[in-house]
């Protein structure tokens, strides 16, 4: 950890620490395992902020991630271009949100978009379907799957639109005290 | 907002470093007079490259975007020949342009504005809902919409804002192409200018002398305008589903609020202001709309409001509001933003200068300010530090990641209670080792008893007479060298305790308001839960078979929900009902029993086993008591769980909580009848040096217990696999029994509290113990169980596990502690309370010296007045439940709140039905009527419009607004 000073200045260190919930030592760690991850990829000096991206792959090869059901839409979500390819921020904020600190309204926000398979800002039926499949490995029928759906549209719809909004999502959360230890990913 | 003024030419750069600061921020919306550099934009050469800023920032790779300059496209349409004053106009084609324009903006609109809530009235844009939603009615600010209609439940659907957007859409190739007249350009714009000839003249012509006298523009027209709507908009039932919404809220709005009505005037105006030939050949724009645009149409741009979010008006809003925050506030505002890291670093950079510019002007403020801002960093600094160094001590992290990556959280959380536990004692142990046990080691003597090593399990002999129990305590003043200041061993010993149990007392109570405020936020919604088990992916769950097999257990779960669901209605018979009934009964009398017995049975064995003692010299005997204790902990829980085979209970979570409450009325009334042996028998019986004597059947007692727990786990779980796995495989592999385990722990604790005053090194013993324990059963965990079966409400469980440390557990000790303060005699010829008639008397006598010395008297005043006096507990105790029942009153009202609410959400979901379903039927008879006209109506949009994404937005859109006409004219 000697040589963070020639990671990072300062002033970014900071920043970091402002903007996640993590310490100084925790982002100099999550650092290292990004550096790892591609280490010819990504350069060990990054006070000029050069512009890496290690792929989706990689990222999806990760330990804490590896056997995730959700992986894919996890890195889609934290990653800008929506492509599953991460900065360094991106990773930071990935973990962060996924940390044990942060709070049950932002976990539910990026939760609710991991679910929400076609970006369209609802989870709707097409979404709650391939979340059961993903879940479940395909055990269930189709039928069952279905009927999953529906009892699951019928307990957290609120409004009765026939779709979960993100206050849907939310007003559910609440009723789901596991939901705050269970989103989480260790590092 | 201010950003945009920060990013346009140099000129204006220089010219308002500071908009962005001033504090009336909103006020300058309101006051366009605060602008006056900005009248006749549309000359200035600054202009497009403003405009061009929130653009070009759509690429995410340009980081400072600040400086980059007009890109081509507006200045093409910046030179347009028929509009010199459309400057303005680049906005739509560019935001036409944009491939997200359609629906994916509404995500980063969504964003924005639920985030923003507490953020309301600081500026005046997005204040109102319905304000936005009138601007987007007017036209091309319909992307404006977006951040209001997350709030506005009529227009949450995404296919109603869309019609929005496409209504602005082909309206302003159009305006293009008619450079003429404001009112030829007006017309296919806003249908309801169409249909009503009054509005076109209002919405065009009364605005603009208005609008040049900016400030004066105001409320009487809006009233005016709003009333006009407001006549539109009940005459015209068919377009009620769209057009009456915002109308409507509009009018409510400028009722409700009216400071809001200059704003929401300028909102309408706005949009419609630029394309007006009159507006700009008058040569003068109102410079508040062009700062208002800046922010709308960073709004419309998916790519731009993510990139320069904090410029847009929610992020100046938020950035506004961060600034009179604390530090610490302001961080967790900023950590808090669903915003990618970027943003949140421009954010706090931002914010940063804002504030940096806000500090007062005088010098010396400046100075102080500056020193305080320094002194918090360093603060900040220096807390992260120590926060980071208690981070390092953070234990096992690897290996609670591996447990909870192979069994999950709820197994997970009986590690985090352990080491929550050992956390709580290695603070103890701190407290006591260095304020009793230092001060007692400078002045020990010499022990003289033998040491054998059967010591360590009985915990007598060579132990007596070491700083482990309170009767090697001295009762005299530690005095060192000739400094004079001396050291109460008394006084120590009493406050030491106390404050440990008062700083445990705080944090149990602080981390149960903790677990009760995340778990029981909704306590009477309680559904069943389908939901819950599709959402709650356990990601922290990270090892490959335990992925599988998590997967596996929660399709069979799934099933037997839906099963459940489907056998929901089938009632069991009167028989059956009795049957279970009389099987819980029983259960409960057993249960009852049991537990009355294994009382008995201690309390009798612990008298007699006194008498026994004294005859019998083996130093082993008093292992006795221990060892039975231990081993009825070991058999009764056991015994009590197979009473499952008996009972049946519907939801497994009762079995759960029944079991758990069996087990600790088992374990604390054993400890509670123990306690009574101690305090009533071993106390009054005249012995010497009864409290070291009752330590040392603590210190038994929580070693047997710990040896119990090992060879539990090695050899009980162990033989388990084996049998399971070996011979009877239809036993398979045992799951881990978290709340016996829990309350094993809670039962060890327990001890360790009530000990505590008898043996100051208890906490050490248990810190040891729990170390161990938790490898122990780490090693017993891999080895020797499978990942549990059920989803287990984790969460809950330690909440409930908390609370039962906090109630019978800590409270009963305070209770047994406070007994033997005030009620007992210390023994009178050990400890450090030797010779008084109660060991509170030692504090009674320190109050009497400190009266006499006049430096100390508020002590003493504190002490008669506060601490020893029933009035002033009583007063103390009248208000505490005044404001409990007014808590309690307030809570009522809350749920009834709620509920209210709740069917406030159902109403306006099934409106949003009603008004979808009739606006779908409404189109297809339009459909049917009209066709050709239709297809002409698309055709000049595909013909103006050819970057429109959202056409089949826009069609519908067109669709509606044909059969308003329809309607208008059969009308």
Known sequence: MGNKQTIFTHEQLEAYQDCTFFTRKEIMRLFYRYQDLAPQLVPLDYTSCPDVKVPYELIGSMPELKDNPFRQRIAQVFSQAGDGHMTLDDFLDMFSVMSEMAPRDLKAYYAFKIYDFNDDDYICAGDLEQTVTKLTRGELSAEEVSLVCEKVLDEADGDHDGRLSLEDFQNMILRAPDFLSTFHIRI | ?971
């Not at chain 2, 400072?64 to 106009?89: A, K, T, V, W």
Request: with cysteine; hydrophobic share 35%.
């Open chain 2, 1 to 971: 907002m201010s950003a945009y003024y920060r990013g346009s030419s140099p000129g204006g750069n220089a010219g308002y470093p500071d908009y962005s600061g001033s504090p009336n921020r909103s006020q300058g919306y309101l006051k366009t007079q605060d602008y006056p550099d900005f009248s006749g934009p549309q000359t200035n050469p600054g202009y497009p490259s403003k405009r061009s800023n929130p653009f070009s920032a759509g690429s995410r790779t340009n980081p400072d975007h600040h400086g980059s300059l007009p890109e081509p496209d507006y200045i093409e349409s910046q030179s347009n020949p028929y509009h010199p004053g459309l400057s303005r106009e680049p906005d739509y084609p560019g935001s036409q342009q944009h491939p997200d324009f359609a629906s994916p903006r509404s995500s980063g609109m969504s964003a924005v504005s639920r985030i923003n809530p507490g953020y309301l009235g600081s500026l005046a844009e997005p204040d109102y809902p319905g304000a936005q939603d009138c601007s987007n009615h007017p036209g091309p600010r319909a992307n404006a919409s977006h951040p209001g209609s997350r709030r506005n439940l009529e227009y949450a659907s995404s296919s109603i804002n869309s019609y929005i957007d496409a209504l602005g859409e082909p309206d302003y190739p159009g305006a293009e192409n008619k450079t003429s007249s404001a009112y030829i350009w007006g017309e296919p714009d806003y249908p309801n200018a169409e249909d009503y000839r009054n509005a076109p003249k209002f919405w065009g012509e009364p605005d603009y002398p208005g609008d040049k006298n900016g400030p004066g523009y105001g409320s009487s027209e809006t009233q005016e305008m709003i009333r006009v709507l407001s006549e539109t908009s009940s005459t015209q039932h068919s377009f009620h589903c769209r057009s009456n919404g915002p109308l409507d809220i509009l009018r409510r709005e400028s009722e409700d609020y009216p400071g809001s009505i200059e704003m929401t005037s300028m909102e309408v105006a706005g949009p419609r202001e630029p394309c007006l030939p009159g507006a700009s050949g008058a040569g003068y724009v109102n410079p508040a709309y062009v700062g208002e645009r800046g922010p709308v149409c960073a709004y419309g741009n998916l790519p731009l409001s993510e990139c320069d979010w904090h410029k847009s008006p929610e992020g100046q809003k938020l950035i506004a509001s961060l600034i009179p925050m604390t530090s610490r506030d302001r961080i967790k505002t900023i950590r808090n933003q669903p915003r990618t890291m970027e943003e949140k670093r421009k954010l706090r950079k931002a914010v940063d200068k804002e504030r940096s510019k806000q500090c007062p002007q005088t010098l010396e403020l400046r100075c102080c300010a500056q020193c305080l801002n320094s002194c918090s960093r360093g603060f900040r600094r220096s807390r992260n530090g120590v926060s980071e160094l208690l981070n390092t001590t953070s234990l096992w992290q690897k290996t609670l990641k591996v447990i909870g990556g192979k069994f999950g959280t709820s197994v997970l959380s009986y590690f985090n209670f352990l080491k929550w536990l050992l956390k709580f004692n290695i603070f103890s142990f701190i407290v006591n080792f260095s304020f009793l046990v230092i001060p007692q080691l400078t002045v020990a003597e010499k022990n003289t008893l033998p040491f054998t090593g059967l010591e360590f399990f009985t915990g007598a002999g060579y132990f007596r007479d070491t700083v482990m129990y309170y009767g090697f305590y001295t009762n005299s003043s530690i005095r060192h060298g000739g400094s004079g200041i001396s050291y109460n061993m008394q006084l120590a010993y009493l406050f030491t305790i106390g404050a440990c149990l008062i700083i445990c007392f705080f944090s149990l109570l602080f981390s149960m308001a903790k677990y009760f405020r995340n778990n029981f936020i909704n306590p009477h919604i309680y559904s069943r839960g389908i939901a819950k088990l599709i959402f709650c992916w356990d990601f922290t769950v990270t090892h490959e078979k335990a992925v599988k097999l998590k997967q596996k257990n929660l399709s069979t779960e799934i099933r037997e929900n839906l099963s459940e669901i489907r056998l929901e209605n089938t009632k069991l018979t009167f028989h059956q009902q009795l049957t279970r009934l009389s099987a819980h009964v029983a259960a409960w009398l057993v249960s009852t029993g049991v537990a009355i017995a294994c009382c008995v049975a201690v309390y009798y064995l612990a008298e007699y086993n006194s008498e026994f003692l004294k005859t019998h010299r083996n130093p082993g005997a008093v292992l006795l008591l221990p060892f039975l204790v231990s081993c009825i902990n070991l058999a009764v829980p056991r015994f009590y769980s197979m009473f499952r085979l008996v009972e049946r209970f519907e939801l497994p979570r009762h079995q759960v909580y029944v079991l758990l409450i069996r087990n600790i009325f088992l374990k604390i009334s054993i400890i509670g009848i123990l306690c009574y042996y101690w305090l009533n028998i071993v106390a009054l019986s005249g012995e010497e040096c009864w409290e070291t004597l009752i330590g040392q059947e603590i210190y038994r007692l929580l070693l047997m217990d710990f040896v119990f727990s090992l060879a539990d786990s090695f050899l009980g779980e162990f033989l388990r696999r084996i049998i399971g796995k070996r011979f009877i495989t239809s036993l398979g592999l045992q799951e881990f029994d978290i709340a016996r385990n829990v309350l094993e722990l809670i039962y060890a604790q327990t001890l360790v509290w009530i000990g505590m005053f008898f043996c100051p090194l208890l906490p050490f013993i248990q810190m040891i113990t729990l170390f161990i324990m938790f490898y122990v059963k780490n090693v017993s965990l891999m080895v020797n169980f499978q990942p549990p079966s059920k989803a287990w409400r984790a969460s809950q469980m330690m909440t409930f596990f908390i609370f039962l440390l906090f109630f019978p557990s800590f409270t009963g000790v305070l209770c047994t502690l406070a007994i033997t303060i005030w009620r007992l005699k210390p023994s009178a010829d050990c400890g450090p309370f030797r010779g008084l008639p109660a060991f509170i008397h030692s504090v009674y006598g320190w109050i009497d010296t400190l009266s006499g010395r006049p430096g100390y008297r508020w002590v003493v005043w504190i002490y008669h007045n506060l601490i020893g006096s029933v009035h002033f507990f009583f007063i103390l105790t009248l208000i505490v439940l005044i404001i409990t029942y007014l808590y309690w009153q307030i809570t009522e009202g809350r749920k009834i709140m709620i509920r209210l609410l709740h069917e406030q959400i159902i109403n306006e979901g099934k409106d949003k039905m009603f008004l979808i379903e009739k606006l779908v039927k409404l189109q297809d008879t339009e459909k049917r009527a009209n066709p050709s006209a239709l297809i002409l109506e698309r055709r000049e949009v595909e013909q103006q419009d050819p970057f429109d994404l959202g056409e089949q937005a826009a069609v519908p859109d067109l669709r509606l607004r044909q059969s308003f006409q329809d309607d208008n004219s059969k009308a």
